[in-house]
């Protein structure tokens, strides 16, 4: 069983009589990795800044292995935080960025060499430990950033957006790393991003976050598969949402007909969000669809085509691998676990 490590309680915060976070409640289980994951605006920095103690709610609790932190600044919290501006000390070699805390600490200069040593293994800096931080590599530079708040044994590190700055190649990579680290280290990782990607490659849990409420947690699995309304199915991947009448309990019609699907406990007639994956769309033969439409445009995406179908007023988006040139009429086919159903928004 997991052991909660931290908990945030009716966590309110107002800058300027304009709420931000709108009373979250949320925990976070030691060795975790999770994921704030939301829209510039939503509330997650805010969120992660509670955490490490540089902003104090309006009202509510943070919580830290049952103990209210709310007044405890953050030094004293078994927190360490990496920011998306590494801020490296750059009149210091790598050496001596990564040992900063320790010396800090007052650690033995023998203890300080063999943990700093440890680290940079960890994060596959050995042998640049006399180099300056200047002349490292974006990529090198974050892992610096990395090994710095790694070596002095926080309980829980905090990411703040820390790949922005990479370019996609080296973005990709260092989230597998992240991830190695993480799990070689064994302590939480809280991380905030944008990146839909980023959160679903990394996360044990992603909490889904819109105007300073939390739309929906649970495992990348579970959000992407079952997103809890219109707003996580939008915002994780790509998604046809349709309005939709739920006629009966394992009933809905939208797109002119009428579905069986896996959802059941709406009111009879009570309009819905029809969400569809792009991937959940079956091309077949017009005359063996449950629609038909006509291919408006095809793209090659590497591993999958997209195309966008046109059945009477409504366009699809349709991934798949049988490739349908513009102008041609297809059918679409659907399964009831292709269909996802849920309350308006």
Partial sequence: MPKELIRLVDCLMVFDDEIVLDSINLYINDREF????GPSGCG???????????QKPTSGSVLF????????????????TVFQKYALFTHMNVFENVAFG???AKVPEAEIRRRVAETLALVNLSGVERRSVDSLSGGQQQRVA???AVVNRPQVLLLDEPLGALDLKLRKEMQIELKKIQQQVGITFVYVTHDQEEALTMSDTIVVMNNGKIQQIGSPTDIYNEPKNAFVADFIGESNILDGVML????VSFAGRQFECLDHGFRAEEPVDVVVRPEDLHIV???????????QSVIFKGVHYEMV?????????VQSTLFRPAGETIGLQLTPNDIHIMHKS
């Fill in 102 to 104: 320790l010396r800090i």
């Fill in 44 to 54: 997650k920095t805010t969120t992660l800044r509670i955490i490490g103690g540089f």
């Fill in 248 to 251: 009966r309990d394992y009933v």
């Fill in 146 to 148: 990395i090994a710095r």
């Fill in 285 to 295: 033969e017009p005359e063996k669809g449950q629609l038909q439409g006509v291919v």
């Fill in 34 to 37: 999770l994921t704030l994951l």
């Fill in 309 to 317: 179908v046109r059945s009477g007023e409504q366009d699809w988006l």
């Fill in 65 to 80: 292995d049952g103990v209210r932190i709310n007044d405890v600044p953050p030094h004293k919290r078994k927190v360490n």
